[in-house]
């Protein structure tokens, strides 16, 4: 089938299957910590303060570690990373099982976490291009890895649920340090030659100049990461009050939390299986466009519901327009970065989509104390709506394009 024709590349089957198992365990995981900290705590201001200690080194650390990336093998790199996961994976498991429930140490062992993944992540996506062999069939090995990435979102959430009222949450904390286990062998089974950069003289302060100037210079790049940054800080975050909506809003329990992070799950993974099965990049530029609205109208509608079925029904339309906005910019970034700055221009992606997440979980959490969790949802869905709307005008105006129809915004 064309939707799964990277699968036919060794290495990247074997990553494939790999973090398929591993990214459901940490969904498990992410569900019963947002879960578990509210219950403790019954604080939007601290579920969004767990959300900012875990995404906050990606805001700061991507131009490094992209820099870090171009100058050593990215494949040890990535299986150091998994190594180092898996132990935190372990404390954090050791600690809930024990009963030790420290807010403080949820909140450093999340902060670890998240500096692994401000390298990790950069790594893995720097490292897609190397694991097919032809450069057409990259674009499907994204979009499958987000489908795989999504598709744990479902799953993982739903299954959470369903352990956290039954076995408990320790079980989904041990769960995700047992998962990092495949995802190890077959990173060890990989048969992978990186082409190591050959240690410049320069220092590496040097190069993060040069990728900034370059991504600065690149203006349909900089463009687009703008165009994230903006979703990221004021959009994205509203995941983060989900746990408020099911339990405050619709008066539910850990499997209405679960319904609520599947539904975006499944909506992302519909955007995920349309873009893998893209036969041509040409368009990436106006997806990105039409995603970014779906998004923010998809979450402006949910605020003005309080019926279940139709809030998980704009959950679903909202995680279509956050996937295909993402998948499309994350495609765009790899397909056409310089071969040279490809580690650093991955890491400004990073660093807009990631790394400016917790400084809006920070603000939305805020937010949501003053004026509540569904006023806060529906300035969300206005602010997106607003971003995609500027960045046409920013295109046909601005850059004097010229062209006022979706249709004449393609990719060059």
């Given at each position: 089938?064309?939707?799964?024709?990277?699968?036919?590349?060794?290495?990247f089957k074997l990553f494939f299957y790999g973090q398929s198992i591993s990214l459901m365990g940490t969904w498990m995981q992410k569900t019963a910590v947002a879960w578990l900290v509210y219950r403790l705590t019954g604080s939007a201001f601290l579920l969004g303060l767990v959300t900012f200690v875990s995404l906050?080194?990606?805001?700061?650390?991507?131009?490094?570690?992209?820099?870090?990336?171009?100058?050593?093998?990215?494949?040890?790199?990535?299986?150091?990373?998994?190594?180092?996961?898996?132990?935190?994976?372990?404390?954090?498991?050791?600690m809930i099982y024990f009963k030790f429930y420290s807010i403080t140490g949820i909140i450093f062992l999340s902060l670890v976490q998240g500096v692994v993944n401000a390298f990790d992540v950069t790594c893995r996506q720097s490292l897609m291009i190397d694991m097919v062999d032809d450069p057409a069939d990259l674009p499907n090995a994204i979009a499958l890895n987000s489908s795989m990435t999504n598709l744990a979102r479902i799953v993982g959430p739903a299954i959470a649920g369903v352990v956290l009222s039954t076995l408990g949450e320790d079980f989904c904390f041990v769960s995700n340090f047992l998962?990092?286990?495949?995802?190890?062998?077959?990173?060890?089974?990989?048969?992978?030659?990186?082409?190591?950069?050959?240690?410049?003289?320069?220092?590496?302060?040097?190069?993060?100049?040069e990728g900034f100037s370059y991504i600065s210079s690149e203006k349909e790049l900089s463009s687009l990461i703008v165009l994230l940054a903006i979703s990221s800080m004021f959009v994205i975050p509203?995941?983060?009050?989900?746990?408020?909506?099911?339990k405050d809003l619709f008066h539910g329990t850990a499997k209405t939390f679960s319904l609520f992070?599947?539904?975006?799950?499944?909506?992302?993974l519909i955007s995920a299986v349309y873009l893998a099965n893209l036969k041509t990049s040409e368009n990436l530029i106006k997806i990105a466009i039409v995603a970014c609205l779906l998004f923010g109208a998809g979450i402006l509608l949910l605020s003005l519901t309080r019926f279940l079925p139709a809030s998980l029904f704009f959950m679903v339309l909202s995680g279509v327009g956050m996937m295909a906005q993402t998948s499309a910019i994350n495609t765009y970034i790899q397909t056409h970065a310089a071969p040279n700055m490809r580690g650093r221009a991955i890491s400004y992606y990073i660093m807009a989509y990631q790394g400016v997440i917790p400084v809006g979980s920070l603000l939305v959490g805020a937010l949501a104390e003053v004026v509540g969790a569904k006023t806060t949802v529906a300035i969300e869905g206005i602010i997106g709506i607003v971003a995609a709307i500027g960045f046409v005008?920013?295109?046909?105006?601005?850059?004097?394009?010229?062209?006022?129809?979706?249709?004449?915004?393609?990719a060059k």
């Amino acid at each position: 089938m064309n939707i799964f024709r990277s699968l036919k590349y060794r290495n990247f089957k074997l990553f494939f299957y790999g973090q398929s198992i591993s990214l459901m365990g940490t969904w498990m995981q992410k569900t019963a910590v947002a879960w578990l900290v509210y219950r403790l705590t019954g604080s939007a201001f601290l579920l969004g303060l767990v959300t900012f200690v875990s995404l906050i080194p990606s805001l700061i650390l991507p131009p490094y570690a992209g820099s870090f990336i171009d100058r050593h093998d990215r494949f040890k790199t990535l299986v150091n990373t998994q190594i180092i996961s898996m132990i935190q994976a372990f404390a954090l498991a050791a600690m809930i099982y024990f009963k030790f429930y420290s807010i403080t140490g949820i909140i450093f062992l999340s902060l670890v976490q998240g500096v692994v993944n401000a390298f990790d992540v950069t790594c893995r996506q720097s490292l897609m291009i190397d694991m097919v062999d032809d450069p057409a069939d990259l674009p499907n090995a994204i979009a499958l890895n987000s489908s795989m990435t999504n598709l744990a979102r479902i799953v993982g959430p739903a299954i959470a649920g369903v352990v956290l009222s039954t076995l408990g949450e320790d079980f989904c904390f041990v769960s995700n340090f047992l998962s990092y286990i495949p995802v190890l062998i077959c990173l060890y089974l990989m048969r992978i030659n990186t082409s190591v950069t050959e240690r410049p003289e320069k220092k590496i302060w040097v190069e993060l100049r040069e990728g900034f100037s370059y991504i600065s210079s690149e203006k349909e790049l900089s463009s687009l990461i703008v165009l994230l940054a903006i979703s990221s800080m004021f959009v994205i975050p509203f995941n983060t009050l989900m746990p408020i909506f099911a339990k405050d809003l619709f008066h539910g329990t850990a499997k209405t939390f679960s319904l609520f992070e599947s539904a975006i799950g499944l909506g992302a993974l519909i955007s995920a299986v349309y873009l893998a099965n893209l036969k041509t990049s040409e368009n990436l530029i106006k997806i990105a466009i039409v995603a970014c609205l779906l998004f923010g109208a998809g979450i402006l509608l949910l605020s003005l519901t309080r019926f279940l079925p139709a809030s998980l029904f704009f959950m679903v339309l909202s995680g279509v327009g956050m996937m295909a906005q993402t998948s499309a910019i994350n495609t765009y970034i790899q397909t056409h970065a310089a071969p040279n700055m490809r580690g650093r221009a991955i890491s400004y992606y990073i660093m807009a989509y990631q790394g400016v997440i917790p400084v809006g979980s920070l603000l939305v959490g805020a937010l949501a104390e003053v004026v509540g969790a569904k006023t806060t949802v529906a300035i969300e869905g206005i602010i997106g709506i607003v971003a995609a709307i500027g960045f046409v005008y920013y295109r046909v105006y601005v850059r004097g394009s010229g062209r006022l129809s979706l249709a004449g915004m393609r990719a060059k």
